[in-house]
C-alpha cells in the first residue's frame, strides 16, 4: 500500500516535430543529398565528357579528383569556420556557391574549366557538410530526437549516391551537361527553403581570436595529403615525388599540432581525440568509406568491362543496396537508442566483411541472384547500421561550441579514407595487370584488390570490437524527475519545438 505522502508521476509531455522542424532537417538533408548524387553521377558521364571536349584519360581523372581535393582539404576549416562565424551562414553561402558552381560546370567548353568547377563544388560542400551537420546536432538534443534525425540525414547521402548512378545513365544518354546542370535548380530552392526555415545561429563568443596559422597548415596538408594520394598510383608509391610529397605531408601535420596544442582557440581542439569513442568513430569512419569505395570502383569495372553491362545496368545491380538504406531510415534511430552504437557499428562491419567476402566469388558467368544481390543487400543493410551510428557516436556528448569542428574532423576522415584506400586498392590492382588481357586474367587481377577491400572492413571490424570491452552507457536522456525538468525551447524562429534536456 502507498503511502499517503507519494503521488504518482507527472506524465511528461511528449517531444513533437513541429511542421518547422521537419522542414529544418529536409533543407539540411538536400544538402547533403547533393554532395552525395553529384559524387556518383559524374562517373558515369566521363567518357561522353572527355569525347565533346577532346580530354585525355589523365584530364578526366581530374574531374573526379578535383572535387575530392577541394571536399577533402578544406574540411578541418570549413567545420571550424560553422563554429567561429555562425553555422547557418556558412551553410547558406556555401550552397549558393555549390549552385552557381554547378551552373557554371555545364555551361563550360573547356576542361580546366570544368576542373574549376569541380574544385568549387568540392570547396563550398566542405563547409555545407560539416555546417549541415552541426545544424543537426545542435537543434536536436542528444538522445532518440538527434538519432531519429541523423539517421534520415545519413540515409540521404546513400540514398543521393544511388539516385545519381541510375540518373547519370538516363542523363549522360541525352547529354553530359545535364548530369553538371541537374543540381543548380535543387541547391537554389533548398537555398530559398533555408533562408526561411534555418535557425538563427549566433557566431561564438569569447573565442580568442582566429586560429589563422592553424587554418593554413591544417588546409596545406589535407590538400597535400589527398593530392598525393591521389596521384600516387600514377606517379608510382615509391617514386622520389611520391615520397617527397609523404614528408611533406608528415612535417606540416607534426607543426600543425604543435600549432594547434598552443593556440588559444585550436582548429581542432586535439583533447577531443582522447575520447576512445571519437577515435574509434574517426578511424571506422575512414575504414567504412575506403572500403565501399574500393568495392563500388572494382565492382563497377567487373559489370561494365568484363560482363558489358550498360551503365543504367550497373546502377541498377547497385540500387538494392542504396533502397535498403533508405526504406530503413525511419527505424534505425530507434535501433541506436536500444542496442548502442558500438554493437550496431560492429554489426554492420560484420555484415560489410561477408558482403565483400561473398563478391568474390563473382565469375565471369556470374548468377546475379546467388552471388552479386545478396553481397548488395549484405552492404546495403551495413551502410545502414554504421553511417548513422559513426554520426552519432562521433557528435554524442561534445560541446554545442565545437560540434562544426567535431563535423568536420569526421567527414574529413571519411574523405581522406575514401581517397587513400581507394589509391591502395587500384594500385594492387593495377600491380596485377595481366601481359595478356584476356577476361579470365582480367578478373583474376581484380580478385586481390576484392580481398584488400574485404582485409579493410576486417580492420574496421576489428577496431569496432574494442568498443565493446567498454560498459555500455545509460540511456542518452535520463528520465526527468518531475514536470519541471522537462522544458520547451525555441530551437527556429516560428512554433517552439519542446526538447528534453541531457543531463551530465
Given amino acids: 500500500m502507498s503511502s499517503p505522502l507519494s503521488f504518482p508521476a507527472p506524465r511528461l509531455p511528449e517531444v513533437r516535430w513541429t511542421p518547422r522542424l521537419w522542414g529544418t532537417l529536409l533543407v539540411l538533408c538536400a544538402a547533403m543529398f547533393l554532395d552525395a548524387l553529384d559524387v556518383s553521377m559524374v562517373g558515369v558521364a566521363l567518357p561522353s565528357i572527355g569525347a565533346d571536349l577532346g580530354l585525355s584519360t589523365s584530364t578526366l581523372q581530374w574531374i573526379v579528383s578535383g572535387y575530392i581535393l577541394g571536399y577533402g582539404g578544406l574540411l578541418l576549416l570549413g567545420g571550424r569556420t560553422a563554429d567561429l562565424l555562425g553555422r547557418r551562414q556558412v551553410f547558406l553561402v556555401a550552397l549558393g556557391v555549390f549552385a552557381l558552381a554547378s551552373l557554371l560546370g555545364g555551361l563550360v567548353d573547356s576542361g580546366p574549366l ?157 583533447g577531443v581525440l582522447r575520447s576512445g569513442s571519437q577515435v574509434r568513430a574517426q578511424l571506422g569512419a575512414m575504414t567504412f568509406f575506403g572500403s ?72 565471369l558467368d556470374p548468377v546475379y541472384a546467388a552471388v552479386i544481390l545478396p553481397s548488395m543487400l549484405l552492404i546495403g543493410a551495413a551502410c545502414a547500421l554504421v553511417f548513422p551510428s559513426l554520426n552519432i557516436q562521433a557528435t554524442n556528448g561534445v560541446a554545442d561550441r565545437e560540434q562544426g569542428m567535431v563535423s568536420g574532423l569526421l567527414n574529413t576522415s571519411v574523405q581522406v579514407g575514401g581517397a587513400i584506400f581507394l589509391a591502395v586498392v587500384t594500385a594492387v590492382v593495377t600491380a596485377g595487370a595481366p601481359a595478356d588481357p584476356t577476361p579470365q586474367a582480367v578478373l583474376d587481377s581484380y580478385r586481390p584488390g576484392l580481398t584488400v577491400v574485404t582485409a579493410i572492413a576486417a580492420l574496421g571490424l576489428l577496431i569496432s570490437l574494442t568498443g565493446l570491452r567498454t560498459r555500455r552507457p545509460g540511456p542518452t536522456v535520463p528520465v526527468a524527475r518531475s514536470a519541471s525538468d522537462v522544458v520547451v525551447e525555441s530551437t527556429v524562429r516560428g512554433p517552439e519545438a519542446e526538447r528534453v534536456p541531457v543531463h551530465d
Fill in 292 to 363: 565501399y569505395v574500393g568495392f563500388q570502383f572494382l565492382a563497377t569495372l567487373y559489370m561494365q568491362t568484363l560482363l558489358d553491362w550498360s551503365a543504367l545496368h550497373t546502377a541498377l545491380a547497385f540500387l538494392p543496396a542504396g533502397a535498403l538504406v533508405a526504406l530503413s531510415s525511419t527505424k534505425v534511430g530507434s535501433v541506436v537508442d536500444r542496442f548502442g552504437t558500438p554493437r550496431l557499428i560492429t554489426a554492420g562491419f560484420a555484415l560489410m566483411v561477408v558482403g565483400y567476402a561473398l563478391f568474390l566469388r563473382v565469375d
Fill in 114 to 270: 570544368l576542373i574549376a568547377s569541380r574544385f568549387i563544388k568540392g570547396l563550398s560542400a566542405a563547409f555545407t557538410a560539416p555546417a549541415g551537420l552541426s545544424i543537426i546536432t545542435t537543434t536536436f538534443p542528444e538522445g532518440p530526437l538527434r538519432n531519429r534525425a541523423l539517421s534520415i540525414y545519413t540515409t540521404c547521402a546513400a540514398t543521393g549516391f544511388s539516385m545519381g548512378l541510375v540518373l547519370s545513365g538516363l542523363l549522360t544518354e541525352a547529354s553530359w551537361r545535364l548530369t553538371m546542370l541537374l543540381p543548380a535548380p535543387i541547391a537554389l530552392i533548398a537555398l530559398v527553403a533555408g533562408l526561411k526555415l534555418l535557425p538563427r545561429s549566433a557566431r561564438e563568443r569569447g573565442h580568442d581570436g582566429y586560429d589563422v596559422p592553424g587554418a593554413v597548415l591544417g588546409t596545406a596538408s589535407m590538400l597535400l595529403l589527398v593530392f598525393t594520394v591521389v596521384q600516387a598510383p600514377e606517379a608510382g608509391w615509391a617514386s622520389a615525388r611520391t615520397l617527397l610529397s609523404f614528408l611533406a605531408v608528415a612535417v606540416l601535420l607534426s607543426v600543425f599540432v604543435l600549432v594547434e596544442r598552443r593556440s588559444p582557440s585550436p582548429l581542432i581542439r586535439l
